[in-house]
């Protein structure tokens, strides 16, 4: 069975510090984040596609809207949970499952840095 792999990005801006890193909070620092969505599909629409790209951007645009140029441990639920890249991945991932729940989501990598990022697969 063939399948296609869908991915779309975004990135934005943002500052955090890891509340527990070795023993105590990190001092607050910043982070140009990217961010991919993965969705697979093993059949094409009526338009020869899996899922609509504008859509699929759209979402992750304005999530990661929610946390462009802002202090990550400021937003819920960061502001009770440490902002790791972890944490980040599966908060996409989560939302993105909600705001598109017919759509079948591999995994959601978050790039913290160039050659840093976490995939979350539930």
């Known amino acids: 069975m063939s399948t296609y792999e869908i991915r779309v ?3 934005f801006e943002a500052a955090h510090h890891l509340t ?3 023993g105590e909070p990190e001092a607050v620092h910043g982070h ?5 969505a993965c969705v697979v599909c093993t059949e094409l629409n009526e338009e020869d596609y899996g899922v609509g790209f504008l859509e699929l951007q759209g979402h ?3 999530l990661a809207g929610r946390l462009h140029h802002r202090d990550i441990n400021t ?3 960061f502001d009770t949970m440490s902002p ?3 944490n980040l991945a599966r908060w996409f991932w989560e ?3 909600a705001a598109m729940p017919s759509v079948d989501f591999s995994g959601v990598t978050v790039r913290e840095a160039p050659g840093c990022s976490v995939t979350y697969r539930p």
């Open 32 to 36: 140009s984040w990217e961010v991919e």
């Open 9 to 11: 990005g975004a990135a």
């Open 84 to 86: 790791t890249a972890e």
């Open 95 to 97: 939302r993105m499952t």
């Open 60 to 62: 992750l645009e304005d």
């Open 75 to 77: 937003v819920p639920p």
């Open 20 to 22: 527990a890193y070795r």
